[in-house]
């Protein structure tokens, strides 16, 4: 009875190491990740270049801050949704 027990429990394990390798290996999801990715670099990159434009007091800093919303806004809205 022992022996079944164990032998019942070490094809259990090895099932289910055998679905979670396959679950890791599959690429399914792939791009979505990859978009997420590439979001964030770019909300990245938009922080850094604000934060950076924070220490200028002068009318180019404003008027790139206003160039990139308008450039954001237009991209927003041009997305449609079906």
């Known amino acids: 009875m022992l022996k079944a027990l164990l032998r ?17 290996e599959s690429e399914r999801a792939q791009g979505t990740v990859e978009y997420v990715g590439l979001i964030l670099l770019v909300s990245m990159l938009m922080v850094a270049l604000v934060a950076a434009m924070k220490g200028f007091h002068t009318s180019e800093g404003q008027d790139l801050a206003q160039l990139i919303v308008e450039k954001i806004k237009a991209a927003v809205n041009a997305l449609t949704f079906h």
């Open 8 to 24: 019942w429990t070490r094809m259990a394990a090895e099932r289910r190491s055998r679905g979670i390798i396959a679950l890791l």
